[in-house]
């Protein structure tokens, strides 16, 4: 149950779009369509922002969006925005009927 | 509206037990799976277990697995998350989550967490 491996940081100035992989092996990321992100502002519930590596739910912004490509998933951010700055974690099904998350990503704002 | 609050955390010594609670809200536990995650300190999320509606599905993380339990109680519509012999390394805020998918015929489809609680924090520490 090892977990999916996400860049620590990245950044990004306001209106500008940023891209946060999530990589993963066969067994989890590429085997299945099931991986979901979640926005986390330290001290709140996590929020789902994307699931089944695409889809986005009522009320979460267009800005957001996924993809996957063998491997490994990625979530974009476009136009970016002040209250985007967060921890941004993946999460995918794996072979083992498990769940894993990735290490999570440190959104800064500039 | 969907709503769900853990309780029971606390300060626990090394080797000693912990009962987490989540109470949830605006639906109504049997007809839904749910997980339990976790955070440690300055750490990323930790996947911990889910249990089926029926509770006849249930898996844990290999970290926990033997030494917690989950369950549930229908007529309370509350999760719980028995700890015993607790770890330093399981100091953490714990976050309980409604796990949306569904599983059949041995697989599962469509796993996401929505919503999750505001969590609970454990502490272990002599």
């Known amino acids: 149950q090892s977990a999916l491996t996400q860049p620590a940081s990245v950044s990004g100035s306001p209106g500008q779009s940023i891209t946060i992989s999530c990589a993963g092996t066969?067994?989890?990321?590429?085997?299945?369509?099931?991986v979901s992100w979640y926005q986390h502002h330290p001290g709140k519930a996590p929020k789902l922002m994307i699931y089944?590596?695409?889809n986005r739910p009522s009320g979460v912004s267009n800005r957001f969006s996924g993809s996957k490509s063998g491997n490994t998933a990625s979530l974009t951010i476009s136009g970016l925005q002040a209250e985007d700055e967060a921890d941004y974690y993946c999460?995918?099904?794996?072979?083992?009927?498990?769940?894993?998350f990735g290490g999570g990503t440190k959104l800064t704002v500039l | 509206q969907v709503q769900l609050v853990e309780s029971g955390g606390g300060l626990v010594k090394p080797g000693g037990s912990l009962r987490l609670s989540c109470a949830a809200s605006?639906?109504?536990?049997?007809?839904?799976?749910m997980s339990w995650i976790r955070q440690a300190p300055g750490k990323g999320l930790e996947w911990v277990s889910y249990?089926?509606?029926?509770?006849?599905?249930?898996y844990y993380a290999d970290s926990v697995k033997g030494r917690f339990t989950v369950s549930w109680d229908n007529a309370k519509n509350s999760l719980y998350l028995q700890m015993n012999s607790l770890r330093a390394e399981d100091t953490a805020v714990y976050y309980c989550?409604?796990?949306?998918?569904?599983?059949?015929?041995?697989?599962?489809?469509?796993?996401?967490?929505?919503?999750w609680g505001q969590g609970t924090l454990v502490t272990v520490s002599s």
């Open positions: 089944d590596v695409s």
């Open positions: 249990i089926s509606g029926s509770g006849g599905t249930i």
């Open positions: 989550a409604r796990l949306l998918g569904y599983c059949s015929g041995g697989s599962c489809y469509g796993f996401r967490f929505d919503p």
């Open positions: 066969s067994s989890d990321v590429g085997g299945y369509n099931y």
């Open positions: 605006g639906f109504t536990f049997s007809g839904y799976y």
């Open positions: 999460s995918s099904y794996t072979s083992s009927s498990t769940l894993v």
